[in-house]
């Protein structure tokens, strides 16, 4: 209820004052699981997204530490955000179960491949979170490019800006097509086709932004070995870094 609330109390001011013009909405479905992958370069994301999905609830996971403080827990606990402990040893499987338990009750789950906001304004390497994701739950993605946030809010910023250098601030958040990922049915314990399908939701990020692309983390934290599996090797963990999945 008070995510529909806020969302009402939100809205008005916030498109009002950066124009927020949202596009692509139709390819949103009205009902049924969906993952709503975006890019990411302000913690105002959480709040533009959702602003522009009319009649559903975007459902993101945040890290516990906001959970534990009065300041936030509250905000975060009213509009239904799950808390995810990322100092947790299995925070990678943990984050993975929430996720497909989201999508298991039919709801829209809204992740950054990227695991952290943008340094720098530029699109990084995603992590294969998403991809699971997809593959194990048969959930639609829709990717999601999002511009102008980081002039309202850039990294390390403790308050918005009403206006940006070049003068008023717009935001755009543009909608692209549902991928189809069924010919990746039954892989989700493939790395290779996790960091396949990864790239290809990050391609149809940066055919949306404009984004210059680059081929590497926006984290330094280390990647996380794949959950039940017996090899060794490293692959990426489920979007929790430095940063909340939320922010």
């Given at each position: 209820?008070?995510?529909?609330?806020?969302?009402?109390?939100?809205?008005?001011?916030?498109?009002?004052?950066?124009?927020?013009?949202?596009?692509?909405?139709?390819?949103?479905?009205?009902?049924?699981?969906?993952?709503?992958a975006?890019?990411?370069?302000?913690?105002?994301?959480?709040?533009?997204?959702?602003?522009?999905?009319d009649?559903?609830?975007?459902?993101?996971?945040?890290?516990?530490d906001?959970?534990?403080?009065?300041?936030?827990?509250?905000?975060?606990?009213?509009?239904?955000?799950?808390?995810?402990d990322?100092?947790?040893?299995k925070?990678?499987?943990?984050?993975?179960?929430?996720?497909?338990?989201?999508?298991?009750e039919?709801?829209?789950?809204?992740?950054?491949?990227?695991?952290?906001?943008?340094?720098?304004?530029r699109?990084?390497?995603?992590?294969?979170?998403?991809?699971?994701?997809?593959?194990?739950?048969?959930?639609?993605?829709?990717?999601?490019g999002?511009?102008?946030?980081?002039?309202?809010?850039?990294?390390?910023?403790?308050v918005?800006?009403?206006?940006?250098?070049?003068?008023?601030?717009?935001?755009?958040?543009?909608?692209?097509?549902?991928?189809?990922?069924?010919?990746y049915?039954?892989?989700?314990?493939?790395?290779f086709?996790?960091?396949?399908?990864?790239?290809?939701?990050m391609?149809?990020?940066?055919?949306?932004?404009?984004?210059?692309?680059?081929?590497?983390?926006?984290?330094?934290?280390?990647t996380?070995?794949?959950?039940?599996s017996a090899?060794?090797e490293?692959?990426d963990?489920?979007?929790?870094?430095?940063?909340?999945?939320a922010?």
């Amino acid at each position: 209820m008070m995510y529909w609330v806020f969302k009402a109390v939100l809205k008005p001011p916030l498109r009002a004052a950066y124009s927020i013009r949202p596009e692509g909405t139709e390819h949103i479905p009205r009902r049924g699981p969906a993952i709503i992958a975006a890019n990411h370069l302000s913690f105002l994301d959480s709040f533009f997204i959702p602003l522009c999905v009319d009649r559903r609830k975007v459902t993101y996971l945040a890290k516990v530490d906001y959970f534990r403080s009065w300041k936030t827990a509250w905000f975060f606990r009213a509009v239904g955000q799950i808390p995810v402990d990322r100092d947790d040893r299995k925070a990678s499987q943990a984050a993975l179960d929430v996720g497909l338990q989201v999508l298991a009750e039919g709801k829209l789950l809204g992740i950054y491949p990227e695991g952290t906001r943008s340094p720098d304004g530029r699109l990084y390497r995603g992590r294969t979170g998403v991809a699971r994701l997809a593959l194990r739950s048969g959930a639609p993605v829709i990717p999601c490019g999002i511009t102008g946030s980081q002039e309202v809010m850039p990294k390390g910023a403790r308050v918005p800006k009403l206006h940006g250098e070049s003068g008023r601030i717009r935001v755009r958040v543009r909608f692209g097509e549902p991928l189809d990922l069924s010919r990746y049915a039954q892989r989700d314990h493939d790395r290779f086709v996790l960091r396949s399908v990864t790239d290809e939701i990050m391609y149809e990020i940066m055919q949306l932004t404009g984004q210059e692309y680059v081929n590497e983390y926006a984290s330094r934290s280390a990647t996380l070995p794949l959950p039940g599996s017996a090899h060794t090797e490293a692959v990426d963990e489920v979007d929790l870094s430095e940063e909340a999945i939320a922010g």
